[in-house]
């Protein structure tokens, strides 16, 4: 059995508050974890600092109640949940800042490449040379690494051994996906012109 990393300092208890002050103490307690957290934090990580009974999925669900009409959201992806700012608000924030996220910032191709990483994962430079009928450029490779949204995966069982490509934690983060199995159906991104169908 792991080792209980609980702090001992820390009352996830709270047998003084009443039963309501408890939970609303408990759900700001999560509220905090996550405002702290610039990746999405697991479920694991939030019982940490509530009661052992508490229910970290209906404190979530209340806290994401608490949070209608503000500007950001709760947001589960990639295993656990993070803050975000709402969609409605995006040319908001385009409007204030000289930079918007960096992933806005793909040409076209540089999405279609991703997109077919996702899809057939993990591939090598050569598979994805199939898909497109051409060579995928290392610096195109690069910039989607820089970003992190794709990371290095297992050497294909071939002569060579060439590197493979997979998708990382923060691709799904920058698309909002909890996992790869949110990834939208390709026949259905075909029919609205989004990726071609060699994809």
Do not use: C, N
């Not at 071939?158 to 939208?184: K, W």
């Amino acid at each position: 059995m792991a080792k209980d990393r609980f702090d001992p300092k820390l009352d996830r208890e709270l047998p003084d508050l009443l039963p309501e002050l408890r939970w609303r103490e408990w759900m700001r307690r999560i509220e905090a974890v996550l405002f702290a957290s610039a990746s999405p934090v697991p479920r694991d990580d939030l019982a940490r600092v509530v009661g052992q009974g508490a229910s970290v999925d209906l404190l979530v669900e209340d806290l994401a109640t608490d949070l209608e009409g503000r500007a950001f959201e709760l947001a589960k992806v990639a295993g656990g949940w993070m803050f975000r700012t709402r969609a409605a608000y995006a040319p908001t924030i385009r409007a204030a800042a000289d930079v918007w996220d960096q992933h806005l910032d793909l040409s076209e191709f540089d999405v279609a490449v991703l997109a077919a990483i996702a899809y057939h994962q993990p591939i090598t430079r050569d598979g994805l040379k199939d898909i497109f009928g051409k060579e995928i450029s290392r610096d195109l490779i690069g910039r989607l690494h820089g970003r992190d949204l794709i990371g290095t995966g297992p050497r294909a069982p071939r002569s060579g051994a060439p590197y493979t490509f997979v998708t990382t934690e923060q691709f799904l983060v920058a698309f909002g996906l909890e996992s790869l199995l949110d990834l939208p159906d390709r026949e259905q991104l075909e029919d609205a012109g989004v990726v071609g169908e060699a994809l």
